[in-house]
C-alpha cells in the first residue's frame, strides 16, 4: 500500500480522510469498501461511504501506478 511519500510524489495531499482510510485498509488487509467505512466509523463517525469509495479508488490508482513503475526499472 502506497505511504504518505508515494501520495506526495504522484502530486496527491494526504488529506485526513485519505489518511483514515489508508489506516484502515492497511489493518483489515483485503476488505471491502463497507468494511473500511465501518472500521473508520469508529473513531470518525461521520464519515460517508462515497468518501470511503473515492479514496479507495484514488489509492488503487496509485499502488497499479507504483507497481507498473517499479516493474519496468
Do not use: C, F, W
Not at 480522510?17 to 465501518?38: D, M, N, Y
Amino acid at each position: 500500500m502506497a505511504d504518505q511519500h508515494e501520495l506526495r510524489d504522484k502530486g496527491l495531499r494526504l488529506t485526513p480522510q485519505r489518511e483514515l482510510v489508508l489506516s484502515a485498509v492497511r489493518s483489515l488487509g483485503h476488505a471491502t469498501p463497507e468494511e473500511v467505512a465501518e472500521r473508520v466509523r469508529q473513531t470518525h463517525p461521520g464519515i460517508n461511504l462515497s468518501t470511503v469509495y473515492r479514496n479507495l479508488e484514488t489509492l488503487e490508482n496509485v499502488v497499479n501506478t507504483i507497481n507498473l513503475q517499479k516493474k519496468y526499472v
